[in-house]
């Protein structure tokens, strides 16, 4: 919503664009549209909200892979994966897919997507806030809300930060509700 990819992102899972890639034309329209975006003209501010922006450690660790275990990808998505795993295979610019990676594959800090995504920049011109919890373990940056560590909900430029003392349910705090009004407030 506040990035512009360009073909960036795409050209990290294929070596050609995405009109010689050999797709089914269904395929090849919603990888697109998954990995070809621009930011959203009438996004005019941004919040984010304990947000993942590098991932979480807690989707690499034991309780994530039973996580992600336990989540069923979407046959739409498992039928994509097979057309698309032979041209990820064969093209020596994408790292191998092991399987199709699921919602707690892509938290993880490594992951591709993830690590494409943040080299992206913010459009110029949209401002954004962040605000983070901390349980109280530590302080910036080794703080962390239970899931999501201060290093990856940080983002240089930001316009304001603010940390809570809550856990990864920021949204619910206090003193994260006053924040969101007031920058609401000061910039409607």
């Known amino acids: 919503m506040v990035t512009d990819a360009g073909d960036k992102i795409w ?11 050999p797709l089914a034309s269904d395929t090849r329209e919603l990888l697109q549209e ?3 975006f621009n930011h959203r003209p009438d996004v ?26 336990l989540v069923k990808t979407p046959r739409l998505f498992t039928s994509i994966y097979a057309s698309t795993k032979p041209l990820l295979i064969a093209d020596p610019a994408a790292r191998p897919l092991n399987r199709m ?27 954004y806030h962040s605000i983070m919890g901390d349980r109280g373990r530590g302080d910036t940056p080794n703080s962390s809300d239970g899931v999501v560590p201060y ?10 930060e603010l940390i809570v ?24």
């Open 34 to 36: 998954a990995l070809i």
């Open 101 to 127: 990676p699921n919602s707690v594959d892509t938290l993880e800090p490594n992951d591709r997507f993830v690590e494409a995504v943040n080299k992206l920049p913010i459009t110029s011109g949209i401002p």
């Open 165 to 188: 003392n809550s856990d990864h349910g920021a949204q619910y705090n206090p003193q994260a509700i006053r924040e969101v009004e007031r920058i609401l407030k000061t910039y409607p």
């Open 44 to 69: 005019q501010r941004v919040i984010f909200i304990s947000t993942p922006h590098r991932g979480s450690g807690l989707a690499s660790n034991w309780i994530g892979r039973i996580g992600a275990a």
């Open 11 to 21: 050209r990290n899972f294929f070596a050609t664009p995405p009109a010689k890639t």
């Open 151 to 160: 290093w990856s909900s940080h983002l240089e430029g930001a316009q304001s």
